[in-house]
């Protein structure tokens, strides 16, 4: 008990003690923020901007989740056999297998052979009628 009063007591004697100081500088100048000011940009120009970069980044990442998703079963980081992913997903892995192949062809679509280094490594499978998938000899 003795020490919460007594960092209870600290806590109201250092806010007093800043205050009874007296400023040995006057404050430093600080610019404007020019995050928070407005921009002198033209706001066409600043949409033409964006909409030369989003569309990159957004091919970009999807390109990347793709890549991750599909090395994640057929070159597994941690050491797993596909057949090993493919069965923990269960039901789920022909309909994830079959979006993948979309987003695949999709990617290509939009730029031949960005797919191919990934899916150098995917093997052949069967996919069951129930969704499982058995990754062929």
Same mark, same amino acid.
Request: aromatic share 4%.
């Given at each position: 008990?003795?020490?919460?009063?007594?960092?209870l007591?600290? #806590?109201?004697?250092?806010? *007093?003690?800043?205050?009874?100081?007296? &400023?040995? *500088?006057?404050?430093?100048?600080? *610019?404007?923020n &020019?995050?928070?000011?407005?921009?002198?940009i033209? &706001?066409?120009?600043? +949409?033409?901007?964006? #909409?030369?970069?989003?569309? %990159?980044?957004e091919?970009?990442? $999807?390109?990347? +989740?793709?890549?991750?998703?599909?090395?994640?079963?057929?070159?597994? &980081?941690?050491?797993?056999?596909?057949?090993?992913?493919?069965?923990l #997903?269960?039901?789920?892995?022909?309909?994830? #297998?079959? $979006?993948?192949? /979309?987003? +695949?062809?999709?990617?290509?679509?939009? /730029?031949?052979?960005?797919?191919?280094?990934?899916?150098?490594?995917? /093997?052949?499978?069967t996919?069951?009628t129930?969704?499982? %998938?058995?990754?062929?000899p």
């Amino acid at each position: 008990m003795r020490f919460r009063i007594l960092a209870l007591t600290s #806590l109201l004697v250092i806010p *007093s003690a800043l205050h009874a100081q007296s &400023p040995a *500088s006057p404050a430093p100048q600080t *610019s404007p923020n &020019p995050l928070l000011t407005p921009s002198a940009i033209n &706001p066409a120009q600043a +949409a033409v901007n964006q #909409l030369t970069t989003l569309p %990159v980044r957004e091919f970009n990442q $999807l390109l990347q +989740a793709w890549t991750e998703g599909v090395n994640l079963i057929w070159k597994n &980081p941690r050491g797993a056999a596909p057949q090993e992913v493919l069965s923990l #997903l269960g039901t789920k892995a022909g309909p994830l #297998l079959d $979006l993948s192949a /979309k987003t +695949a062809a999709y990617l290509e679509s939009l /730029k031949p052979g960005c797919t191919a280094a990934a899916a150098a490594n995917i /093997k052949a499978v069967t996919v069951n009628t129930d969704g499982t %998938v058995t990754v062929n000899p």
